[in-house]
Every structure is written in C-alpha cells, then in structure tokens.
C-alpha cells in the first residue's frame, strides 16, 4: 500500500498497487464507493462549465459511478448485449473486418512506404463492432473517435484553461450527437441498447449519461489495447515473435501479455464512503483511492490462484466484482483477432519510429502512433 497526502498537488490519492489489496476494495463497494470514478481529474472552469451546460450536458449516476441499488438492475440490461453467446456470435463479424483493415494496411504500405497501424487497423473496427452490436446505426466514426480522445482528455487528463475550453467543446458536440441517437433509437425498429434502457425505466439524461462513457469505453479502450500490444509486438519486446503473432494462440497470449503489464485502463478511482480499516490500515471517509488494475502481478506463467490473484495474471484488468467491464470478453477477443490478421497480412515488417508520443492519462495510456514500414533485406557477405 502507498500512500498520497490528500493536499499533494501531484498525487491527491491513496495509491493501492497490491493486487490482493485492490481486488478486495472493488470487492467492497459499500465501504469503497464508485462515485468518483467519472469525476473530472482537473476541476472544470467556470468557462468550461458554460459550455456544457449550454448543451445540456449531464452525468447523473448510472452504471460505472453508480453506488445505488438501482445500479443492478441497469447493469442486467447492458449485461444482455454482451453475453458469452453473443460475443462468440460476432467473432467471424470481428475477423471480416480485421481483415478488411489488415488489407488497408497492406495498401497503405506498398503505396507509402509505411503505415500508421493505429489509424489503419487499431482504431476503427472496434468502434464499428461496438455499435453493431448494441443495434446502433455505425456512422460519423471519424467524428466519434476524436471526441472520444478528447472526452478522455477532459476528465482524466491535465489541460489547461485553454485546452480544457477546446474540450468541452467537443464534449458537448459528442453530448448533442448522442442526445440525438437516443431520441432516433427509441422509435427504431428492432433491439438495441438505447431503446432497452427507455424500457427500463431510465430517463434520457440517464440515458445519455450512460451511453456517454460506453461508447468511449466500448471502443476507444479497445483501440488502446490493440496499439500497445501492436508497438511491443513489432519492438520485439513481448517476447512475441511478429511472425508467430499470425497464429491465434500466439496473438491471444501477446494480448493477456499486454493486459498483464500495461492495460490501456491502468488504473481506476474510488472513494471512501466512511472511515474504514483495509489491509489493517485506518481509511478516513472521503479519501481518494486510486487503484493500480495492471502492472503489479506475477507473469502470467506464475499466476497463482492460491495467492488470490485469480486464475490469470490480468484478472484485474477489467477490475473485478459488481462493476467489472461487461465487455471484457469482447475486448479482449476483438483485440486477438486483429493483431492476428495484421501480423498475418503484414509481413516482413518492422517498427519505423521506436519512440512515438504516447497518450498518458490519469488512467488511459497507450502509443498515438504505430508506424511500421517493410524491413530491409539481410546482406549476405560471401
């Protein structure tokens, strides 16, 4: 357990690293509320504040910081979209478009010399699967992924006055489009997610605030962890060959790898809700937690369900207990097939910039670019 003074400008949370010690505080969550797991990490400004309200922007508690006895029953309708039989439902779906993309990226590279894989293969096709699958209409993808980026920005990132106003900008065009989705999905035929919510008994603002986080998380998450685990697997430092990547098993393992030891979703937040005791240490009430999901376990060779860490080494990664990620399965399914088309289409590759900028959030991390280009041939001295 590492502690934080709660007047530390840089660090105002009781850092818990110890994955026993974290999979117990997501286990308590009378004692360790969420509420504060959706709360802007900067203070939004006056100014900043004015534009969202302008747009009617609202995030009343629904499911990720909801600590009410209504979360349950919300979580059970979202759950629907995302069973087990679903998920291995759309896997030939997932692999059409990973190969659709991985075929981009081929054309890309032969006619530019090098390709960005983010663009190309990492960031689209979750998004296109996400809105497929809660029966919503896929469009203004390019729009979609920049207001996610920017969403993630405002509320786990560190802007400035003049960056936070950009962003909240955005955030109200992201809040407008989606207010509007909601409306048109109430009166569509068919199932799908906004329509089940209304049935249930959730107001639009609900709604919203609901479908505001799921769509960055749905996608943006899993764009995340495909990045990562495509720059490690051409900078040979995984241990994963890209060659062997081709193979199903060999990508499946490379993205538990990844999710092991730097997720896209590092860490999470949760508060106090009184004082308290955990891991025989006093927890004043109102106390900021920030909880360390990757990074700390045993490889996943050594995991040891003995020692409480689950079956596998990335059990925490989509965290644990009543608000585990719902689309853990799909993310990481979605993530296995498309570094396995890639490194099946692309071959004969290596990384061109070993040293891309990254996205460092609070808690989102991930390279904003891949960029690989075909790899010189080997000389042979005679």
């Known amino acids: 357990m590492s502690t934080a003074s709660a007047s530390t400008q840089t660090c105002p949370y009781l850092i818990l690293r110890e994955p026993s010690v974290v999979r117990e505080v997501l286990h308590r969550p009378d004692d360790f509320s969420p509420a504060n797991a959706l709360i802007a990490v900067t203070p939004l400004s006056g100014q900043s504040l004015r534009v969202l309200q302008r747009a009617r922007f609202a995030l009343p508690p629904v499911l990720a910081s909801n600590d009410t006895a209504s979360h349950t029953g919300i ?30 990226a081929v054309g890309l590279l032969e006619a530019d010399g090098r390709v960005d894989l983010v663009q190309a293969v990492a960031a689209y096709p979750p998004a296109v699967v996400m809105l497929e699958l809660l029966g919503l209409p896929v469009r203004d993808l390019p729009e979609l992924k920049a207001w996610s980026l920017d969403s993630l920005e405002l509320f786990w990132g560190w802007p ?37 919510l209304a049935e249930h008994g959730l107001s639009t603002p609900e709604i919203c605030s609901l479908g ?34 081709a193979s199903g098993s060999a990508a499946r393992d ?15 937040r949760r508060i106090a809700a ?30 040891s369900t003995a020692q409480g860490l689950g079956p596998t080494a990335y059990g925490l990664a989509f965290g644990s207990g009543i608000h585990r990620c719902l689309g853990a399965k799909l993310a990481e399914l979605e993530a296995a097939v498309v570094v396995q088309e890639t490194a099946a289409a692309l071959q004969g590759v290596r990384l061109a910039d070993p040293e891309p900028e990254w996205l460092r959030l609070l808690s989102f991390q991930a390279p904003r670019m891949v960029t690989i280009e075909r790899a010189l041939p080997t000389l042979t001295h005679i």
């Open 75 to 104: 979580r059970k309708v979202v759950a629907g979209f995302f069973t087990p039989a679903t998920v291995g439902a759309i896997e030939p779906r997932i692999r059409e478009i990973a190969r659709d993309a991985a075929a981009t």
């Open 160 to 196: 400035d006055a003049e960056r936070q106003l950009e962003l909240a900008g955005s955030a109200a065009a992201f809040y407008g489009w989606l207010r509007e989705l909601v409306r048109e999905a109430a009166g569509s035929p068919g199932r799908n997610l906004f329509k089940s």
């Open 212 to 245: 505001y986080f799921l769509l960055i998380a749905g996608q943006e998450t899993t764009t995340q962890l495909i990045s990562t685990a495509l720059f490690r697997l051409a900078e040979g430092s995984a241990g994963f060959a890209w060659d062997n990547a």
């Open 254 to 268: 490379l993205i538990r790898h990844v999710l092991a030891t730097e997720s896209s979703v590092p860490t999470w």
């Open 274 to 303: 009184w004082d308290t005791v955990l891991d025989g240490q006093r927890i004043p009430a109102g106390a900021e937690i920030l909880l360390e999901l990757t990074g700390n376990h045993e490889s996943p060779d050594q995991a």
